[in-house]
């Protein structure tokens, strides 16, 4: 539709039944309708608080003609929702799309009322307006106190936003109220969002926003000074307690997720290059990584593999330590990522002793070139799982022998996990998981018997006799584990009992020794005791 032939339509009111290709739409309950002579562009519609621009054109039904801002020459703006301008627009406007060419016919109770607004328009007049939407600034309030009102300028990519322990680049312009420019960064300024920058408002702000996206924040005092007294910004000394707003002009360019692997900020993954799709490694995966380890002053301390020969390994081999291992099963494929781990996770890594020394964290760069997942246990059959619980407590008796008892132990645990379930097996790979299950379960009891954990080893051998009432080998480990926690009647029951199965065991009359010889301490323990408790009375 031409210019002229719109701006005509103001000056004849549009009926029904001239124009039936514009459809009449009443909204709310009020009286207040609406035409659209010429659809808008978008499918989105202006919120409440929104900061708006149209072009509109006026008039008081079968009377004057109102003001126009195509006389004018300029556009209209107003905060929809905020009573800068009558009900009816409010409600007219906050239906309408970007581009849209409307015309509204408001009732006087959405205008001027009974009152009216001389000269120009009389008490209880229906007004007639033709409204172009332009566009909008949406505008946000993200405190709920009013301390920070944000103005979407240019709208970002994408959906996601940054969180808390995440690295964002942006732009930024301070300015106070009177328009002194106090700050500024074309180039660029880089910060963790949980560490902030310049005063709280721009971490506050930064966690709504998109790539791309620019936007202008209307900050109170409390948000435009830095709580962290031991850091001066420049808005600091600027701003007065009793001053209304600053503003700063706000860019995200770009953010880098950071990955809190353990919840405690122990381990702390920062993605410089996003991998591809979305599988990570898991358990037993063989893997390809390139990795070099730096102190806080830069001095690489540690670096494997390399673009034409990558350093390969398997995960939950101890064959990396427990941080880095922590950060890599957190990667896809092709991934690169800056990982800071605390020094708690490298104390029994000693290739790593002389850095562990004099740095709290350690920092590496790592790039995860590929690798090949272990078929998960519920994805295999019988036999599979049979014999991958096999392999594992195979490797857990090679660590037990080099008194790695803590993995020996982890060994053992993954071994069960493959047989735990075992009712698709027939009676043959019953009695075969049974047999595994009892062997992974005392040589457990065996670990924890030498990391000291007595309670848990006698736990694990009571397992074993319920399955096997006459298994020389429980009824001995937990015999000493009995011992160690001064069990003395259990433990003369359980050594009794093995001595009955197995009277020839030289092991087993040794620790029957070891019992008798506890028991005659502990007897003139109580003597003692005893005589001490009779002498005071006395």
């Not at 514009?22 to 499918?43: A, Q």
């Not at 808005?235 to 405690?264: F, M, R, Y």
Request: glycine residues 6%.
């Amino acid at each position: 539709m031409a210019l002229s032939q719109f701006n005509h339509s103001v000056e004849n009111e549009l009926k029904a039944e001239e124009f039936p290709y514009f459809p009449l739409i009443f909204i709310g309950n009020d009286g207040l309708t609406k035409r659209v002579i010429r659809k808008g562009v978008t499918w989105q519609t202006p919120f409440f608080g929104d900061e708006v621009e149209v072009h509109f054109k006026g008039k008081v039904e079968n009377g004057i003609s109102l003001e126009s801002s195509y006389d004018k020459g300029s556009s209209f703006r107003f905060k929809l929702g905020q009573c800068e301008v009558i009900n009816g627009w409010d409600e007219g406007v906050a239906t309408m799309k970007k581009g849209e060419i409307a015309i509204f016919k408001i009732p006087p109770n959405l205008a001027y009322g009974d009152v009216g607004s001389p000269p120009l328009i009389p008490p209880d007049s229906t007004l007639i307006f033709d409204i172009e939407l332009l566009s909008w600034s949406t505008i946000k309030e993200l405190t709920s106190d009013g301390g920070i009102m944000k103005k979407i300028i240019q709208e970002g990519e994408g959906w996601a936003t940054p969180r808390e322990n995440d690295e964002v680049l942006v732009k930024y312009e301070a300015r106070l109220e009177s328009g002194m420019l106090v700050s500024k960064s074309d180039q660029g300024v880089e910060f963790n969002v949980s560490d902030g920058y310049l005063c709280p408002a721009m971490s506050i702000a930064v966690k709504t926003m998109r790539k791309g996206e620019v936007a202008e924040l209307s900050m109170k005092f409390l948000y435009g000074v830095s709580q962290n007294s031991e850091i001066n910004t420049d808005l600091d000394g600027c701003l007065q307690p009793d001053s209304n707003l600053a503003t700063i002009k706000l860019e995200l360019v770009s953010w880098k997720v950071v990955t809190d692997v353990t919840g405690d900020k122990k381990i702390l993954k920062k993605i410089v290059k996003v991998g591809e799709g979305f599988d990570r490694p898991n358990e037993g995966s063989q893997v390809k990584v390139l990795y070099l380890c730096k102190q806080d002053d830069g001095t690489i301390i540690d670096k494997k593999g390399s673009e034409e020969e990558p350093f390969e390994f398997t995960t939950h081999e101890e064959q990396v330590h427990e941080g880095l291992e922590r950060a890599i099963l957190t990667m896809k494929k092709g991934e690169q990522a800056m990982v800071t781990i605390s020094s708690e996770y490298l104390c029994n890594h000693n290739a790593l002793q002389g850095g562990i020394a004099t740095n709290k964290f350690l920092y590496y760069e790592v790039e995860l070139v590929d690798f090949v997942k272990e078929k998960p246990f519920w994805k295999m059959d019988t036999q599979e799982k049979i014999e991958a619980c096999e392999r594992k407590k195979h490797d857990g008796n090679l660590l037990f022998k080099t008194e790695n008892f803590s993995s020996a132990c982890k060994k053992y645990e993954q071994a069960i996990r493959y047989i735990e379930f075992d009712h698709s097996f027939n009676d043959d790979e019953k009695r075969c998981a049974n047999t595994l299950r009892l062997s992974c379960n005392l040589n457990k009891a065996a670990c924890k018997l030498k990391l000291g954990e007595y309670s848990e080893a006698s736990r694990l051998c009571t397992k074993v006799l319920e399955k096997d009432p006459l298994n020389v080998k429980a009824l001995y480990r937990r015999c000493q584990a009995y011992l160690k926690t001064s069990d003395l009647e259990k433990a003369e029951a359980d050594i009794k009992r093995a001595l009955i199965i197995d009277p020839n065991n030289r092991d087993i009359k040794i620790e029957y020794k070891e019992l008798k010889h506890k028991q005659k301490q502990y007897s003139r323990y109580e003597t003692d005791i005893f005589s001490t408790m009779l002498s005071r009375m006395g």
